[in-house]
């Protein structure tokens, strides 16, 4: 049976885990979203030959970004929760930083964004104790 400061550490724990999770699914989420919204039969239709930033279907990139951006959160998620201390740093220093860099294309609607962070900063500050 666990002692009760155990359980009180794997529930901090997964509080950070949770709050990462639910942001890289959302940062992917808003990358999908922006994917499937880019008129890309207008695109291939039309007969233009190049992607731009500014055309009707210049958000692709932005789409690929947050969605890759997602699936990094995702498994800094998943390298938090893992009981060794470098790693279990490295998931909240990647949950952190991917969920920074998916702010570019909206980071999740932002609260993506701010449960990545939030979560990453949780979980490295409640590891130390």
């Known amino acids: ?17 949770f709050c990462i999770l639910i942001g890289g699914i959302l940062i992917f989420v808003n990358g999908y979203y922006w994917l499937n919204n880019s008129e890309i039969a207008h695109f291939i239709w039309s007969g233009a030959y190049r992607l731009t930033w500014w055309s009707s279907t210049g958000h692709i990139p932005l789409a690929y970004w947050g969605m890759i951006s997602g699936i990094l959160v995702l498994i800094s998620a998943v390298l938090v929760l893992l009981p060794r201390d470098d790693i279990h740093s490295l998931g909240c220093a990647l949950a952190i930083i991917f969920s920074v860099i998916g702010v570019v294309a909206s980071g999740g609607w932002m609260i993506g ?17």
Do not use: C, H, N, Y
């Not at 964004?113 to 104790?129: D, K, M, N, Y």
């Open 1 to 17: 049976m666990q002692e009760p400061k155990d359980r009180v550490k794997l529930a901090k724990k997964l509080i950070g885990f």
């Open 113 to 129: 964004f701010i449960l990545g962070v939030v979560g990453g900063l949780l979980s490295a500050l409640w590891a130390t104790r």
